[in-house]
């Protein structure tokens, strides 16, 4: 399973993540982007579980070059942080199985439209890009 998020669209996963269970058998990776570091929303609840679950994998990526405050997360095992936009190209050798996952998008429409494409490029079948369009 894969989560693309951007900005506040994190907020449609996050009764999911927080609900993973440990260790679960769920593999489980999040690419998550905003603007700036500050902007990344729930960034302690991602970090623990980053920590925590050996299922649950996350990457960030700021659209600005301030990434380095990243490193100070309260997690020792805090997410890697990419500068630029979410970029399916950045986290397709990072999957495990990515022909094999489900994609759960949530963000802006121009990420939505850009990752759809990209996702349908790579031969994934449309069923199994699932869309949060909250815009």
């Not at 994998?57 to 070059?65: G, M, P, S």
């Not at 050798?93 to 802006?108: D, F, Q, S, V």
Request: glycine share 6%; aromatic share 8%; hydrophobic share 45%.
């Amino acid at each position: 399973m894969v989560l693309l998020a951007g900005g506040t669209g994190i907020t449609a996963f996050i009764a999911f993540i927080e609900a993973q269970v440990s260790a679960s058998h769920n593999k489980v990776f999040l690419a998550y982007g905003a603007r700036k570091p500050e902007l990344l929303l729930y960034r302690n609840l991602i970090d623990a579980k980053v920590g925590a679950d050996n299922g649950f994998k996350a990457l960030y990526f700021v659209e600005t070059d301030e990434n380095n405050s990243i490193s100070n997360a309260a997690h020792s095992q805090s997410p890697e942080c990419l500068n630029g936009c979410l970029s399916l190209e950045d986290i397709w050798n990072r999957l495990a199985n990515p022909r094999e996952a489900t994609y759960y998008i949530a963000g802006p429409p121009a990420m939505i439209q850009a990752l759809t494409r990209n996702l349908l490029m790579k031969d994934i079948l449309p069923e199994t890009i699932k869309v949060d369009a909250w815009e």
